[in-house]
């Protein structure tokens, strides 16, 4: 099958086309910036460029067969001044009338167009109890979502023979990215806790089952709108009080209303708001749920970081074999190619010719204009697909590195996914939790461009 994909580098598209890739879909798809594009897709595409007040590229439409719609401007990454508001409401409203314009001149062989929409259109609700059915609530959201989802009427009226589901998503919950990973950092140090009264209902979802909810409305007979939420919903409090098991830390004191709503501005009504939404229409159509409570969604994802440990996860896909990459990542000095000029990055030698398990690797660098030493172990050495490196010594508690080159579409996704713990436990974590994360994003940043460089296309 041929999918016409939009917000293919957001939380979920990124997930759910390489989900698609791997199960031999093609895919195409319409992105901003076609460079950082070809860094940040886990997965091999025809890409378009494309912005929502624009026109969608004719040819990006041949041979399609399904389009699955999840662009949109961020809703809770800013302020809502006058100009974020225009921009949250035209990239969905703008964005879907021209690719249904699109699909209605040009896509004849499109067969499915499932939209990705919001929880948003519900609003405030206090404790009642939702489902697809329910009518729209009052306020900016609500509306932004109502205006949204009209924009396919046209699809529906001139082709009828396109099944057209629309997911609600709720709040998605994932390590890397997302509401959850927002709350992370103050949560990790026991720094936060309930937002005001915590009675206000959560509606939120695993990534792994929205990913595979939008997979069921592609594949599936299914229509009209499904819920894409969990089907325990949770109050603010339960969420809170789960969070913290999860990661085992202590909870704080709450955050008043009026202090969020300072911070926040008109926004607040995101984090206050209460929606207690169940997926009934999404459980009719035959889906099922891996994670349907929280205790288990929560442990799953924030496992990895008990302990004080933090995980970073960086993807690309590059049009070449692991038989073909490997040379290049098992010569530790290529690093240095690899490695931003501000670290000062130096190796130094090895304690064998070969590099396999058990090698000791040295290097020199700098951090802050520190000059530090670091001993690094090969710990895995499975070529082509795996190698790890544990550090034995050097400036981190813990630092596990792992490298994984997989398979995908005729290339490979080369996937570093970084575990590390900073000294001083606690302390260390609250002094410098940020500037380390803020570190290790610039040097695998620089890293991807630099391979991209290389091995892309």
């Known amino acids: 099958m041929r999918v016409l994909l939009t917000g293919a580098t957001g939380l979920i598209g990124r997930e759910l086309g390489q989900r698609l890739a791997a199960r031999g879909d093609t895919l195409v798809c319409l992105v901003r910036d076609m460079q950082s594009a070809r860094r940040r897709l886990p997965f091999p595409a025809v890409c378009h460029a494309w912005e929502h007040m624009r026109e969608v590229p004719a040819a990006a439409l041949e041979g399609v067969d399904a389009v699955v719609h999840l662009a949109g401007e961020p809703v809770a990454d800013a302020r809502w001044s006058a100009g974020k508001k225009a921009l949250i409401r035209d990239s969905r409203v703008l964005g879907t009338r021209h690719l249904v314009r699109a699909v209605l001149a040009h896509g004849a062989g499109v067969k499915a167009f499932v939209q990705g929409s919001a929880s948003g259109f519900f609003g405030e609700r206090g404790d009642e109890r939702l489902t697809a059915a329910s009518t729209q609530g009052v306020g900016f959201l609500p509306d932004v979502v109502e205006a949204w989802e009209a924009e396919l009427l046209p699809l529906r009226q001139r082709r009828p023979d396109v099944r057209v589901p629309v997911v609600r998503t709720g709040i998605v919950l994932a390590r890397e990215g997302g509401a959850l990973a927002e709350m992370l950092p103050l949560f990790r140090v026991s720094a936060a806790g309930r937002l005001g009264s915590g009675r206000q209902w959560m509606s939120w979802i695993h990534v792994d089952d929205i990913v595979r909810l939008f997979l069921h409305a592609l594949d599936s007979q299914a229509t009209g709108v499904l819920e894409g939420v969990a089907p325990q919903p949770a109050r603010n409090r ?55 409570t929280l205790d288990a969604a929560l442990d799953d994802l924030l496992r990895p970081l008990r302990g004080g440990v933090w995980e970073r996860r960086w993807e690309q896909w590059l049009p070449h074999t692991p038989q073909a990459l490997w040379p290049f990542f098992c010569d530790a000095h290529n690093l240095e190619e690899i490695t931003p000029p501000f670290l000062g990055f130096q190796v130094l030698g090895s304690s064998t010719p070969e590099i396999g398990a058990g090698t000791l690797i040295d290097y020199k660098l700098k951090l802050n204009g520190v000059p530090l030493a670091w001993r690094t172990r090969i710990d895995v ?67 991807a461009r630099r391979i991209d460089e290389r091995f892309g296309t």
Do not use: K
């Open 238 to 292: 339960e969420f809170t009080a789960s969070l913290c098991r999860a990661l085992g830390v202590f909870e704080n004191l709450a955050a008043p209303p009026l202090a969020v709503q300072a911070l926040f501005g008109e926004r607040a009504a995101i984090v206050l708001g209460s929606t207690r939404l169940e997926p009934a229409a999404t459980l009719a159509s035959g889906f099922e749920f891996r994670f349907a």
């Open 381 to 447: 050495w499975d070529p082509p697909r795996r190698f790890v490196d544990l550090q034995a010594s050097g400036p981190y508690a813990l630092w596990h590195h792992t490298h994984d080159f997989e398979p995908l579409g005729g290339g490979t996704v080369m996937r570093d996914t970084v575990r590390y713990r900073l000294p001083a436990g606690w302390l260390g974590s609250v002094a410098g939790g940020r500037l380390v994360g803020s570190w290790v994003e610039r040097i695998f940043d620089y890293r």
